[in-house]
């Protein structure tokens, strides 16, 4: 081989390993992210998978045993999810909020695992002006 064939070869077994390595950790952190109608209608394929589910907490439904947390989400109100959640809650998590919860499905008990749980910001944080449109004078 003369310097240039070797050089190419070289930069090309590089870049074969670095595009295997960025698609197998991509590959291995992806998860799926679904809002509560959509995971119901998908959950007996998605067992044992970790997913994420967007959905809004039920009224009253939140139980709370030092930090063990039970409570329902929902989509359409006919759809709801009931989830079990161990570890520190952020101040937004009450009633009618906004969460994405991450975890495993069990669907013997019908009970969504959550690992992490993220509540969104409240609308009650938007500007007074959103959605008016400014005008320049």
């Known amino acids: 081989m003369n310097g240039k064939t070797a050089l190419f070869f070289s930069v090309g077994v590089v ?3 670095l595009g295997f390595l960025v698609y197998t950790g991509l590959s291995q952190n992806m998860v ?8 119901l209608s998908k959950a007996s394929s998605l ?13 009253g439904s939140i139980h709370k045993e030092q930090m063990d ?3 329902v989400i929902h989509g359409s109100p006919a759809n709801i999810i009931k989830v079990a959640y161990h570890g520190v809650v952020p101040d937004t998590f009450k009633d009618n909020s906004d969460v994405v919860v991450e975890g495993t499905y069990d669907m ?3 009970q969504f695992h959550a690992t992490t749980l ?3 910001c409240p609308t009650k944080y ?3 002006d959103a ?4 005008t320049k004078k």
């Open 15 to 17: 870049a074969i390993a």
């Open 32 to 39: 799926y992210y679904f809002h509560v109608d959509e995971f």
């Open 47 to 59: 067992k044992g998978e970790v997913i994420k589910v967007n959905g809004k907490v039920v009224e």
């Open 69 to 71: 947390y039970d409570f």
């Open 108 to 110: 013997d008990s019908r």
């Open 118 to 120: 993220m509540a969104k």
């Open 126 to 128: 938007e500007s007074q």
């Open 131 to 134: 959605g008016k449109k400014i």
